[in-house]
């Protein structure tokens, strides 16, 4: 693979505005390290491999969120519905308790926090990570999935939250 120079690239701005028409859909990632809960809303979600079952997203390596993330020995990928753009919105900012009033929340068995009224949850195990630009890349081995109610995904496009409407033949 050739390693492209920096001034052979385009601009972040562009850059920025292209990924925007990518429609994406919305996880927050949770975990309980030393029994504090933390969590972080991912557009970057996604299946890598059946065989073992893993899944993955990326995160800033500059997010507050990531050292506890880290540390953890278990982490949850809870996919949101389409009725929760304000969770996602509230995992997405900074200096907040995310896990107060009105997140509506339960400790799975092994106290990993479990995000209420998702599609689906995900148990995982720490995998393996990758510093990739300015990104860490955290891959994690599926160990449980809970299918929930409602199925309807949220997605993100153009920065913002929307619902999925599938064609009618």
């Not at 109610?149 to 939250?161: I, V």
Request: proline share 8%; glycine share 6%; net charge neutral.
């Amino acid at each position: 693979m050739t390693e492209l120079l920096p001034d052979q690239t385009i601009d972040a701005d562009r850059f920025r505005r292209t990924l925007a028409l990518h429609a994406a859909g919305v996880v927050v990632v949770t975990a309980a390290p030393g029994g504090v809960p933390a969590g972080l809303t991912a557009t970057s979600f996604t299946s890598v491999s059946l065989d073992p079952p893993l899944v993955s997203f990326c995160i800033a390596r500059t997010s507050t969120t990531w050292p506890s993330l880290r540390a953890a020995d278990r982490f949850a990928i809870n996919i949101l519905s389409d009725a929760q753009a304000d969770l996602a919105a509230r995992f997405a900012h900074r200096g907040i308790d995310r896990f107060a009033a009105p997140t509506r929340w339960h400790p799975a068995p092994d106290g990993t926090p479990l995000l209420e009224g998702v599609c689906a949850h995900l148990l995982c195990s720490p995998y393996t990570t990758a510093d990739i630009g300015d990104h860490v890349l955290v891959v994690g081995l599926v160990t449980e999935a809970h299918i929930r109610e409602p199925d309807q995904p949220l997605l993100y496009h153009r920065g913002r939250f929307g619902r999925f409407r599938p064609q009618t033949s």
